[in-house]
């Protein structure tokens, strides 16, 4: 059974940081593009940061880019999602995705939220 679990995320203050994590169990990690979305109430899910099999190539949404770095852990099985500068409008449910690309396998974490005050 494929699990992915995030965690890390809370409260915290415009220009603050968080480090979200997502643990993942029941599949081989290390074939699998790791990418993190957010999702706020009334809006579709929107694509954060994705990297690749090896932790070698990473992308970025526009909007968090220079802020936000994701990493993975092949070992541990975990990716990272280093939240720094952090506004108001990243406020969200955070979700780690898995993604063996070019087959039918990809799963979703339940989400993490994060809450960024002014």
């Known amino acids: 059974q494929v699990q992915l679990v995030e965690s890390g995320g809370g409260l915290v203050q415009a220009g603050g940081s968080l480090r979200l994590s997502c643990a993942a169990s029941?599949?081989?990690?290390?074939?699998?593009?790791m990418g993190w979305f957010r999702q706020t109430p009334g809006k579709e899910r929107e694509f954060v940061a994705a990297?690749?099999?090896?932790?070698?190539?990473?992308q970025y949404a526009d909007a968090v880019k220079g802020r936000f770095t994701i990493s993975r852990d092949n070992a541990k099985k975990k990716a990272y999602l280093q939240m720094n500068s952090l506004k108001p409008e990243d406020t969200a449910v955070y979700y780690c995705?898995?993604?063996?690309?070019?087959?039918?396998?990809?799963?979703w974490g339940q989400g993490t939220q994060v809450t960024v005050s002014s």
């Open positions: 995705k898995a993604d063996w690309t070019g087959t039918q396998y990809m799963f």
């Open positions: 029941g599949l081989t990690f290390s074939m699998y593009t």
């Open positions: 990297i690749n099999q090896s932790g070698g190539v990473s």
